[in-house]
């Protein structure tokens, strides 16, 4: 076990991605020290029973004291007023960075409030399951993942190798690209998905009781994967939705005008066109296999 990459850590927030972080910090011995902040006084005591800090608090002027690197871990619509409320008590020098899906907003609500003298890297580990909470983190959800890093421009050079380091030694794999494109990237890649899911979940739900109780009786494998998706934190994807509206909106569209030919197609009997389509995307699923990240 080498030098900490850090002093302190501060996670503001520890649901199931900041707990497998910083189950991963305290394994490798990444921090000197450690405190996790959170609302709730269950969240607060079951990571300190798990061990997964040193200190835990409800006051983020507190946690981000004497911190060299603050990881923000709530949802994004949280973002704006935990900035407004860290910026006093940041020390000159510290690393801001986050683990949100959406990277444009995350740098339009903080950047107006850190002070000059701090450094934001905004992240966002591409791993996660349906479960929340610091109760349902593991070590190993990082490895073999991506980590997009999209720090605004002039960011210190140093301040972004140290936060891809960090992600480098939980197992990602760490590309840095800008805030604009991360988010239109996972807007299909991610956010329509589970967009989808809740739909059709909620269709579901929506049917006559007697037919919704067969529903979940005889569901098959794809409903079932629908409805893991659709089990993830209602306020995370509620924010993620709002503050990715844009990109989110636009791929909607593209895939409501593929939904409508592939509609047209079914219509009319075109076997052909369902079959080049069927074929087509069979060699994405393919392609994701082939890059390990099935």
């Known amino acids: 076990m080498g030098e900490p990459l850090f002093d302190r850590i501060a996670y503001i927030g520890i649901g199931l991605i900041g707990s497998s972080l910083a189950r991963v910090v305290r394994r490798d011995g990444l921090a000197r020290s450690s405190i996790a902040c959170a609302r709730s006084e269950s969240t607060r005591v079951t990571a300190r029973d798990l061990d997964l800090v040193d200190e835990v608090t409800s006051s983020i002027a507190e946690a981000v004291r004497d911190a060299d690197l603050v990881m923000i871990c709530t949802p994004v619509g949280a973002y704006a007023a935990a900035a407004r409320e860290m910026a006093p008590h940041l020390s000159p020098g510290a690393i801001v960075s986050d683990v949100g899906s959406v990277k444009e907003t995350v740098i339009r609500d903080l950047v107006p409030h850190l002070p000059a003298n701090v450094h934001l890297v905004p992240g966002h580990p591409i791993a996660g399951t349906e479960k929340s909470g610091p109760e349902n983190g593991f070590a190993g959800l990082f490895q073999g993942r991506w980590c997009i890093l999209t720090p605004p421009e002039g960011t210190a050079p140093a301040a972004v190798e140290r936060v891809r380091a960090l992600w480098r030694t939980a197992g990602m794999e760490v590309d840095v690209m800008d805030a604009a494109h991360h988010d239109r990237v996972l807007a299909i890649t991610s ?6 899911a809740y739909t059709i979940v909620g269709t579901a739900d929506d049917l006559e009781e007697d037919l919704r109780r067969e529903v979940i ?17 209602p306020v995370m994807w509620r924010d993620i939705f709002l503050q990715n509206r844009e990109a989110v909106l636009d791929t909607l569209q593209r895939f409501t005008e593929d939904l409508t030919a592939l509609q047209r197609a079914i219509r009319r009997g075109e076997g052909n066109t369902l079959e080049a389509l069927f074929t087509r995307t069979r060699a994405i699923r393919r392609s994701i296999i082939d890059a390990k990240q099935a």
């Open 217 to 233: 009786k005889y569901s098959a494998s794809g409903f079932r994967d629908f409805t893991r998706i659709a089990a993830s934190d």
């Open 191 to 196: 956010h329509l998905p589970h967009l989808i």
